[in-house]
């Protein structure tokens, strides 16, 4: 069905032949006809460019800026033929301007302004009611319209539950640093708890003294003293030669 649908968005309404109508001058319907040929031939920039001389030579026509509008909508190239067709169902009345505005709805299908179109197409509808591929593309547009609402409230309360999990995880986040934290103050103090007697007797023997007394550093001083006096006595007794013995 959507494929259906969308093939009728495409099938714009034709371009103006001008085989009736108001007097033009000769280039003017020259380029005009030049252009309908190539719309025919699906060359639709080719078209563009000789509605486009036909404008130069007849500035303000309503005709030339529908066939432009519609060689440019057909050609997918949305942002120049809505202003086309605009100027061109403003100036148009009847059935002419019921296809200004169904090729104007189609334009803003194609750009994705479902809202835009359906307007487009009711306005179609209001000059030709008996138009049935402007129903057909209006309810289209209404189903396109109202899965884009579906899918932009989607998009919002993702972002929203994105922000709160963002926060959750932030918060989660200082609560176990905190906690981390926590537990690195009380590790010393559990840690000094489970030392036995020996290991506190050791670890209070570590350290340093902050202050000495005169009396423990001569004592000290003496020791070492000593200590120096028989390294040297034994270094002086290993320096004497022996004596005597076998001479080989």
């Given at each position: ?8 968005v495409?099938g714009v309404a ?16 020259k ?7 190539a719309?025919?031939?699906?060359d639709?920039?080719g ?7 036909a404008e ?13 509008g519609?060689?440019?909508?057909t050609?997918?190239?949305y942002?120049?033929?809505?202003p086309k067709?605009g100027e ?8 002419d301007?019921?296809?200004a505005?169904?090729?104007?709805g ?7 302004k ?7 197409y ?10 049935r ?7 289209l547009?209404?189903?396109m ?5 579906k ?7 993702n ?11 932030k ?8 906690t981390r ?16 007697p020996?290991q506190?007797e050791?670890?209070?023997?570590a350290?340093?003294?902050q ?15 000593n ?13 004497i030669?022996?004596m ?5």
């Open positions: 069905m959507m494929n259906g649908l969308f093939r009728l495409l034709a371009v103006f032949s001008l085989t009736a109508g108001p007097v033009f001058s000769d280039s003017f319907k380029e005009i006809s030049k252009g309908n040929k719309y025919r031939q699906r639709f920039n078209a563009a460019s000789h509605y486009r001389s130069i030579d007849r500035p303000g026509s309503p005709v030339a800026a529908y066939n432009l519609t060689a440019l909508v050609g997918k190239n942002e120049l033929a809505l067709l061109a169902a403003s100036k148009l009345t009847g059935p301007a019921a296809k505005y169904y090729n104007i189609n334009g803003l299908f194609g750009a994705g479902f809202e835009e179109a359906v307007g487009a009711k306005k179609t509808l209001e000059i030709n009611p008996s138009d591929d402007a129903k057909y593309n209006l309810e547009a209404l189903k319209l109202e899965e884009q609402k899918n932009q409230q989607n998009q919002k309360q972002q929203k539950q994105n922000q709160k999990n963002e926060k959750k995880d918060d989660g986040s200082s609560d176990s640093d905190s934290q926590k537990q690195n103050q009380s590790q010393p103090q559990n840690q000094e708890k489970q030392k036995s020996d506190k050791q670890q209070k023997m350290r340093p003294r202050q000495m007394t005169r009396e423990e550093a001569e004592r000290i001083l003496a020791a070492l003293k200590e120096e006096m028989k390294v040297k006595k034994q270094k002086k007794a290993e320096a030669p022996i005597g013995g076998r001479d080989w």
